[in-house]
């Protein structure tokens, strides 16, 4: 697989853009699931405003993750990572969905869980096609 860009501008390798792609958009999914979008104060009332944090971290790892994808140059395996990207994130958006509300910590995990399978597949597939 070859990766466009030029690496003397400072670019980032792929493989740690690719990490931060992840650390952003499932992250955020990830945040969203275990703690809710409300937090409450100390004097007892309760603020939505992490909903914003979430929201803010799932634009930027969009974002990331349309420039990596944009990195690759063959453009069936682009295609390939693309839907599976998009796969993983609805079938996490659907499990946010699914899950009952009050088990936040045991719905993050099962998150994680499908995070950890999908990165295991995309290192691999990177390892196969020789990609730093």
Known sequence: MQVTGDRTLGWPSFRTLSFATYVCSFGALWG???FGYTFRM???TENGGLLYVWIAFALVG???MFFKNRMVADRGL???????DLGVILACLAMIALLPA???MVKGLALLA???IYYVWYAKLL?????A
């Open 114 to 116: 499908v995070f950890g």
């Open 127 to 131: 390892d196969a096609r020789h990609v």
């Open 62 to 64: 969009s974002c990331l």
């Open 102 to 104: 009050g088990i936040g």
């Open 32 to 34: 969203f699931a275990t």
């Open 42 to 44: 100390a004097d007892g």
């Open 78 to 84: 682009r295609t390939r990572i693309s839907a599976a």
